[in-house]
């Protein structure tokens, strides 16, 4: 049996180790060397991690170690519960711990919305080790009998910081209260803002806490850099770059459900091979995107952010912004598609004028300026100005009071995106006040970004 020597070290044993040589794992990466041996421990852990450092490996590979001992769950219950934001996000933690767990005899099921939910009440029946959930299924489940937690063992909170983004707020609670007080707590998230360590205080007890990657930084073996351009020439600028340079496999970000429609639409007048994969869209029709994505069959994925968090296609060679995100974190989850566990990638925005506050706030967050590249036949006629690092810092928001008649949290459309967009945008009172036009325009934009993906 072969096995690595650095796993080995941490401590697990051979059908894990042997699952791990199989995907050719050589070196634990940041987060797994240090997640391992607390979860191993049974200690309570609170981890800043991205999509792409390896953090589902992280906490699955002791979770399933953990799991070799104690009694094998009884009929309608789960011993370790992961939640998830997105359903995409759920059936690849799914496809992991399928992976890791392959030479270990241990029961597992993915349950999410948008699909029926018999054959997901019939794979509970006989009782799961790890069960992997977004919340809103779950609680259909539970409330019908379906699910039970008096052998729960472990929670796992997966990007914790999204899910407070999508205003799940309100079902992690409810789905608290109804796990054992006694538990193991692992909660992993991209960052820990106010509202993270608000939640965090009524669900981890004296964690472990650290961050394997600086906050608000993008991976090092991304090159990134813009393409300025003007607003009406984009969709143009993308074909004559997707053919110009071959591209074969790219993931292309959009800001809005109908903006990938339609551009989705314009690429494939122009003879690519795309389509688009957001909440708009059946789950059976994201489902297929996505693996036919992955199976390299189709060539361009074109996404929302939400839609496309969580997504973990190996290799990705290319991300492309082809609109900048509203919230500067996002550039960051799009960036963090590729360059993932030390492959490298290449992240490229097509940027217009009107989007110069986004990008501005994008190069203050990552504290460079990214590198512009005109194209022949695309330079902008409205030119986008250069952005300064050496602007004011945003003032850190204070946590907001709870408005009276609107709990915190509360799923609602009103809520969803809201722990982001609530605080005030750069601008606030101190520093230099914003345009009406730029401060409307950016208010509708936050409008259409709750309208739940
Ligand atoms: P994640 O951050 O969990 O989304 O993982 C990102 C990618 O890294 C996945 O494709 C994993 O298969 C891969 N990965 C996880 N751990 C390792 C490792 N130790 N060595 C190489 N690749 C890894």
């Known amino acids: 049996m072969h096995s690595d020597l650095n796993f080995t070290l941490l401590g697990l044993s051979a059908p894990l180790l042997e699952a791990i040589a199989d995907q050719g794992y050589k070196t634990p990466t940041a987060v797994q060397l240090k997640a391992i041996p607390v979860v191993l421990k049974g200690k309570d852990l609170m981890a800043a991690a991205q999509t792409g450092t390896g953090k589902t490996a992280a906490f699955t590979l002791p979770v399933l170690e953990r799991l070799i001992k104690g009694q094998r769950a009884q009929a309608n219950q789960a011993r370790v519960l992961i939640l998830t934001p997105t359903r995409e996000l759920a059936a690849q933690v799914g496809e992991s711990v399928a992976t890791y767990s392959k030479y270990l005899p241990l029961r597992t ?5 948008g699909v029926k939910i018999n054959p997901q009440m019939m794979a509970l029946r006989k009782g799961v080790d790890i069960l ?26 997966d990007e914790a910081d999204r899910m407070l983004d999508m205003g799940f707020i309100h079902d992690i609670r409810k789905i608290l209260a109804v796990l054992p007080k006694h538990r193991q707590n692992l909660m992993f998230s991209a960052t820990f803002s106010d509202d993270i360590r608000q939640l965090a205080k009524g669900l981890v007890h004296q964690p472990v806490e650290f961050s394997v990657n600086p906050r608000n930084t993008t991976a090092k073996t991304v090159s990134q850099w813009i393409h300025p351009v003007d607003k009406k020439k984009k969709t143009a600028l993308l074909i004559h770059l997707i053919k110009k340079n071959n ?5 292309v970000f959009c800001r809005t459900k109908q903006g990938a429609n339609r551009l989705t639409r314009y690429l494939e007048e122009a003879g690519l091979n795309a389509a688009a994969i957001h909440g708009n869209k059946s789950q059976g029709a994201r489902t297929r995107a996505l693996a036919e994505f992955k199976a390299a069959e189709l060539s361009i994925l074109v996404a ?18 082809f609109d900048l995100p509203n919230v500067a974190e996002d550039y960051i989850h799009r960036t963090g598609r590729t360059g993932r566990a030390g492959a490298s990638g290449q992240a490229v925005s097509l940027v ?10 994008i190069e203050h967050l990552i504290k460079q300026l990214l ?18 690092l050496w602007r004011k810092p945003k003032k850190p928001k204070k946590p907001k009071k709870p408005k009276a008649g609107h709990r915190d949290g509360q799923r609602s459309s009103e809520n969803a995106q809201g722990h982001k967009l609530g605080h005030k945008p750069p601008g606030n009172k101190k520093s230099k006040p914003k345009s009406k036009k730029v401060t409307d325009s950016k208010k509708t934009a936050a409008k259409k970004r709750r309208s739940r993906d």
């Open 247 to 251: 591209w074969q496999q790219i993931l």
């Open 132 to 157: 992997v959930a977004t919340p809103g299924r779950l609680l259909d489940l539970f409330n019908q009998n379906a699910v039970r937690f008096k052998q729960l063992e472990i929670l796992v909170l």
């Open 371 to 388: 590198k512009r590249k005109l194209i022949d036949g695309f330079e902008p006629v409205h030119d986008v100005p250069e952005s300064k």
């Open 304 to 321: 929302t952010d939400i839609a496309a968090r969580g997504l973990d296609i190996d290799q990705l060679p290319l991300v492309v912004n």
């Open 352 to 361: 217009s004028a009107d989007e110069f506050d986004q990008l501005s706030d």
């Open 109 to 113: 099921a993915v349950v999410y919305g």
